[in-house]
């Protein structure tokens, strides 16, 4: 009886011996941010570029588990390239990471529906998530918490994945045209009047795209274009932190981690990278002061000199270089590949002395 007794008494003090541990991890999971487990709060925002009205009829992304984080659906979307105004959580709270995106949107100025099931790089978004950002402001680990979809003429369909200190490219896809009915969508819109009002509205350069028919991709394909190129500055300043827009609608604004470092040395060093459309560079001269230096760039000659020196130079990166007078009261810029230099004149730097 006694060894028997004894022997029930070792049994359960293995069993709690086994079950403690169970739970102690189990709290300390259920402590954890969101961020860093396998569900994040994602939020959806449908776009168009500025002067290409279209409508998403159905979006969503698909989850592992079958189950859809839907697109907002029924806007006229007119508004910018990377931006959402209609962005929304539909759903659970926190979503495993998507694997697929589905849409369906016509584009008026072509009198066209879209449509397209297009796989998502799961793994890439699910350790971006996972990783975040560094938000050096209020000193915490932040993480996206946005997809954006923007649809383009011709199928074309662009997701970016977008936090409060950076927006990184998911990927470009294409849509073919879909023989769906209009009036599935419009019953009670006369078509050919909602559609000459659609073409009036346009700015008179995509107006006559339209009608020429000649309407394509290719500007926002080239806005998507990587370069490898640096920053440097002569006379040398020391960066101490950047926010950096993209014309392929990305931005960085914030490191990876608390470690600036890896975050600051990246410009310095050549990485394939779009165009830059914005630059806030803060700075430190030798004798110690601070400046902010800010430049919109302007498109067409910067796009311009980046492809004309790619072209040239295949082999060799590409230099942003930012040249500052000795007390950094006036700076200029200028693209230089293997020695040949193209001064960027339409793109002016802005300078402000900080304490």
Not at 202 to 208: C, L, N, S, T, W
Request: glycine fraction near 6%; charge should be positive; charged fraction near 20%.
């Amino acid at each position: 009886m006694l060894s028997a007794r004894l022997a029930l008494l070792t049994r359960l003090a293995l069993l709690l011996a086994g079950l403690w541990p169970a739970g102690a991890r189990a709290q300390r999971k259920a402590r954890l941010p969101a961020y860093q487990t396998n569900k994040f709060r994602l939020s959806t925002g449908p776009c168009a570029a500025k002067g290409y009205p279209m409508t998403i009829q159905f979006g969503a992304f698909v989850r592992p588990d079958g189950k859809t984080l839907p697109v907002p659906a029924g806007h006229t979307l007119e508004g910018s390239w990377g931006r959402s105004n209609y962005a929304q959580v539909v759903g659970d709270e926190f979503q495993p990471v998507p694997e697929s995106l589905e849409i369906l949107y016509f584009s008026y100025l072509e009198d066209k529906f879209y449509e397209g099931q297009f796989p998502l790089p799961h793994e890439r978004l699910r350790q971006l998530l996972r990783t975040g950002f560094f938000d050096h402001r209020k000193q915490q680990q932040l993480t996206y918490n946005e997809l954006t979809v923007c649809v383009l003429p011709k199928g074309a369909v662009v997701v970016w994945l977008v936090g409060a200190g950076r927006q990184v490219l998911v990927g470009r896809y294409q849509g073919t045209e879909s023989a769906v009915d209009f009036r599935r969508f419009y019953a009670k819109s006369d078509r050919a009047e909602m559609l000459r009002q659609k073409l009036a509205a346009a700015p008179p350069a995509i107006r006559a795209q339209a009608q020429a028919g000649t309407l394509s991709a290719k500007q926002w394909d080239d806005y998507l274009k990587t370069y490898s190129w640096q920053v440097a500055f002569s006379p040398p300043l020391t960066l101490t932190y950047h926010r950096a827009n993209f014309l392929s609608g990305e931005y960085i604004a914030e490191p990876e981690t608390r470690d600036m470092a890896p975050y600051l040395q990246a410009l310095l060093i050549p990485q394939p990278r779009p165009v830059p459309a914005k630059f806030s560079l803060y700075v430190t001269d030798e004798a110690g002061h601070k400046h902010l230096l800010k430049t919109d760039f302007d498109e067409a000659e910067t796009q311009g000199a980046f492809q004309q020196l790619h072209q040239a130079h295949l082999a060799g990166p590409i230099t942003l270089h930012v040249e500052t007078d000795k007390y950094v009261k006036a700076a200029t810029l200028v693209l230089e590949s293997d020695g040949q230099r193209i001064p960027l004149t339409k793109s002016p730097v802005r300078i402000t002395a900080l304490k």
